[in-house]
């Protein structure tokens, strides 16, 4: 059994920034790739950053160069820092670990 734990997000005000982590525990011996993707009412599903082995780290055009995905392993912790944060980056963001274990979600709400 793999437990993905989500914690960070919350509310701030446009221009402000914000850290996600997302841990995996459990029945995993090693994180091998992990995606975040965000959910915003109305909206598709979006792909925002992601690894796969040691590739490089991919981000969409909407949020490269505000967005940083680092990974520490020895503790399958990945890390999302926000910065300058806009209202169109509120939504859900959820982290998919090995392409197979999700996290529940946290909930980022970009507002004055």
């Known amino acids: 059994q793999v437990d993905v734990v989500q914690s960070g997000g919350g509310l701030v005000q446009p221009g402000g920034s914000l850290r996600l982590s997302c841990a995996a525990s459990?029945?995993?011996?090693?994180?091998?790739?992990v995606v975040w993707f965000r959910e915003a009412p109305g909206k598709q599903r979006e792909l925002i950053a992601g690894?796969?082995?040691?590739?490089?780290?991919d981000y969409a055009a909407s949020v490269k160069g505000r967005f940083t995905m680092s990974r520490v392993n020895s503790q399958n912790t990945v890390f999302l820092e926000m910065e300058s944060l806009k209202p169109e980056d509120t939504a859900v963001y959820f982290c998919?670990?090995?392409?197979?274990?999700w996290g529940r979600g946290t909930q980022v709400t970009v507002a004055s």
């Open positions: 459990g029945d995993i011996i090693q994180i091998k790739s």
């Open positions: 690894f796969t082995g040691w590739s490089p780290i």
């Open positions: 998919n670990v090995n392409d197979a274990y």
